[in-house]
């Protein structure tokens, strides 16, 4: 058996009514009809501030990581897991890799580095909080059995490749 399936097996077998209700909650913070209007609106306030380079990155690096977790979903193919039964509808798109993980790491990526700047003083509170959604997110996906670990692990190296390169590039 794959650790892939075994993390899935662990992460069934510690189920409970309250972390399936937090899970089913938590992962919604990695959706993109969460992320999107988030980062739409800040990144509204940031040009009302006249910071175009950080509204810049927040628009294409969460607009892109969404287009980037969707193009590589459609050309992979890979199948959802099988093991167990979700815990929510499983999505007709491809498993890898994990969007919702993917998109939070973009967006939180892209919060810490705008709010560096603005709160110089408290970066590894910004860091702690971005972590802990992040971390949040991806659990998210493998225990409602949506996504292999893998998965969720290609969506953090893949988030984190994608914004160093747009920082990079702006």
């Not at 093991?83 to 973009?106: C, D, K, Y």
Request: glycine share 8%; with cysteine.
């Amino acid at each position: 058996m794959s650790w892939d399936q075994q993390l899935l097996l662990f992460a069934a077998a510690h189920r409970t009514a309250g972390l399936d209700h937090f899970f089913r909650g938590v992962t919604w913070l990695g959706s993109l009809s969460v992320l999107g209007p988030v980062a739409a609106l800040s990144a509204t306030i940031l040009l009302s501030r006249h910071k175009r380079g950080e509204a810049a990155l927040l628009v294409i690096g969460v607009g892109g990581a969404a287009l980037l977790a969707y193009v590589i979903k459609a050309v992979l193919d890979r199948p959802r897991p099988a093991l167990l039964e979700p815990l929510i509808a499983m999505p007709t798109n491809g498993s890898f890799p994990s969007a919702h993980t993917l998109q939070i790491v973009a967006f939180a990526l892209c919060m810490v580095l705008i709010l560096r700047r603005s709160v110089p003083e408290w970066p590894s509170v910004m860091v702690m909080i971005a972590s802990m959604l992040i971390l949040a997110v991806a659990a998210s996906r493998v225990y409602l059995q949506v996504h292999y670990p893998s998965d969720v692990l290609g969506g953090i190296v893949l988030g984190i490749a994608w914004i160093a390169l747009v920082r990079k590039m702006l």
